[in-house]
Structure formats: C-alpha cells, structure tokens
C-alpha cells in the first residue's frame, strides 16, 4: 500500500519562502504526474501546480514565478517551493501522486500553510 506524506507547512511572515515536502511511502514504478492541490474552508480543492515526467508543467496565475513544483527521484520525493508567499495562499495543501498506470494514483492527508504577519 502507497502513502503519501506531506511536511513543512506551518506559520510564516508575508514576503517569506516556504518549502512543501511530499514522501512516496511505499512501492511505486515511478512517478509519471505530481501535482500540488490546495484547500481553504468554504472552498473546494483547487489545483496550484502540476507536472507530467517527460511533459508539460502548469501553475495557476495566482501562483505562477512564485511557486516551484519539483521532484527528488532517488527519494521518491516531491517539492513544492513557495517564495512570496501571500495572505491569500493560506490553505491545506494536498500531495497528489500517479504512476504510469493510471489506476495507481494517490493523495496526501495535507499540510497547513499560514501566510500571516
């Protein structure tokens, strides 16, 4: 069985950087797509980042030259950078990963982001 588990949220300052961590808890081929998702009370899940191995790379507006999504292989790990962060990213953020067969996909219980002064 895969698990995902997300770290480094918590509380930062606006204007400061944070660094979201995913680790790929278990057996999987390889991750073929990795996005980042995030959720805010009264608000649905809404899409941040994304990025197909090989492929294309997406960031919604609101985040784009400010967040990084990336991925570490021989960790099985996947990054979220988040530089300028504002009031209005604060959220849960949720890991979602897939394999190359796509009825192997997984998600992240999530991870609090504070952007506050």
């Known amino acids: 069985q895969v698990q995902l588990v997300e770290s480094g949220g918590g509380l930062v300052q606006p204007g400061g950087s944070l660094r979201l961590s995913c680790d790929v808890i278990?057996?999987?081929?390889?991750?073929?797509?990795m996005a980042w998702y995030r959720q805010t009370p009264g608000k649905g899940r809404e899409l941040v980042a994304d990025?197909?191995?090989?492929?294309?790379?997406y960031y919604d507006d609101s985040v784009k030259d400010r967040f990084t999504i990336s991925r570490d292989n021989a960790k099985n790990t996947v990054y979220l950078q988040m530089n300028s962060l504002k009031p209005e990213d604060t959220a849960v953020y949720y890991c979602?990963?897939?394999?190359?067969?796509?009825?192997?996909?997984?998600w992240g219980r999530g991870t609090q982001v504070t952007v506050s002064s």
């Open positions: 979602h990963v897939r394999a190359p067969d796509p009825r192997h996909y997984y």
């Open positions: 278990g057996r999987i081929d390889s991750i073929h797509y």
């Open positions: 990025k197909t191995t090989g492929g294309d790379t």
